[in-house]
């Protein structure tokens, strides 16, 4: 696998950055899906339409665009978002709400598509790709029952990963044959976890969900990514410095009794609140993301994504100037 920058097509990055992002799915031949499930690291405004609670930006959990509308963008893909904020596994497991409004957990995202969706066409399910992404709201749910010992965590941990392969392989049952899993992302480092002290009780639960979760999903043809490894590469300094990330501990958002408070360089932060990766995060999260679709042995170390960030000039990015939305990006070619 080749990396380099292109700077004659502008913003035309050819097959890779074909258009995307249309609302509703598309089958029978003409574009693959790239379909999406999950919780706030993945909602494009699901919760927001629901609660009709505002979130950040344009319904966001986040200062930007989020990894899979990158990640379709390159690969060419319509996106076909279904995750909500607030989700969890399923809500007999941990129950999720917003506002009291109940929000459909990874179970009910999966059967509602399926039920929308009985019989994909074959095209469809050799080539639309599935991403899911869930599983941090049923730890931090439990985040006060946590520190409180009261959580029998090797039982958590068991029915939590059983629970997400219960519903993976719905979907490979239902013919789906490209079915990606993110693990859990680096909890502990989060400033909502740390300013409670939390982070040296989360880290090896965070550690024990992502094995039993893989354990649980290696029979079914599901392939893991690991977001796990890609936030600590992501916190390592040289790449910090290609993205021009300078505070990795702060949340930006200020909530406090007076309301709420944006700091004045939000890109500049790893975090955006307590929880949420800001801009560059989600948008090296989305790049990564096609290049492992598009090439799956790549690796996920400091190098490459160093190099990954240089090609995508992720340092300079913003919600006004980045591969969706804009053209002084400089279009990298992957080859």
């Not at 490209?178 to 976890?193: H, Q, T």
């Amino acid at each position: 696998m080749q990396l380099r920058l292109n700077r004659l097509f502008g913003c035309a990055v050819a097959a890779l950055l074909a258009g995307t992002a249309a609302a509703a799915p598309t089958y029978g031949g003409s574009k693959p899906n790239f379909i999406v499930f999950g919780n706030s690291l993945t909602d494009v405004g699901n919760a927001a339409a629901l609660t009709n609670t505002p979130a950040y930006w344009q319904g966001r959990f986040t200062n930007s665009f989020v990894w899979n509308e990158y990640a379709a963008k390159l690969l060419g893909m319509t996106l076909v978002n279904r995750a909500y904020g607030g989700a969890t596994s399923n809500n007999g497991l941990t129950p999720g709400a917003i506002a009291n409004v109940t929000i459909p957990s990874f179970r009910d995202q999966v059967s509602a598509w399926l039920a929308a969706n009985p019989a994909p066409p074959l095209f469809n399910q050799i080539n639309d790709v599935i991403e899911i992404e869930i599983g941090g709201n049923d730890l931090l749910n439990r985040l006060p029952a946590l520190l409180a010992a009261a959580v029998d965590v090797p039982a958590f941990v068991a029915q939590l990963a059983a629970s997400v392969a219960a519903d993976a392989q719905r979907l490979r049952a239902a013919g789906y044959r490209n079915v990606r899993l993110w693990n859990l992302p680096s909890v502990d480092l989060g400033p909502l976890v740390v300013s409670v002290g939390a982070a040296p009780l989360i880290k090896p639960i965070v550690a024990s969900i992502n094995a039993a979760v893989a354990a649980a999903v290696a029979p079914l043809g599901v392939r893991v990514l690991d977001l796990n490894a890609l936030n600590g590469v992501a916190m390592q300094p040289p790449v910090l410095a290609a993205m021009d990330i300078v505070d990795t501990t702060s949340a930006c958002l200020d909530v406090g009794p007076a309301g709420v408070a944006e700091c004045a360089n939000a890109d500049q932060h790893f975090f955006y609140d307590g929880i949420h990766p800001a801009s560059r995060m989600h948008y090296l999260w989305g790049v990564v993301s096609a290049m492992l679709e598009r090439y799956p042995s790549t690796p996920i170390n400091a190098a490459t994504v160093k190099n990954l960030v240089l090609a995508f000039n992720i340092g300079s990015s913003s919600r006004d100037d980045n591969i969706i939305v804009g053209c002084s990006q400089p279009a990298p070619a992957l080859i």
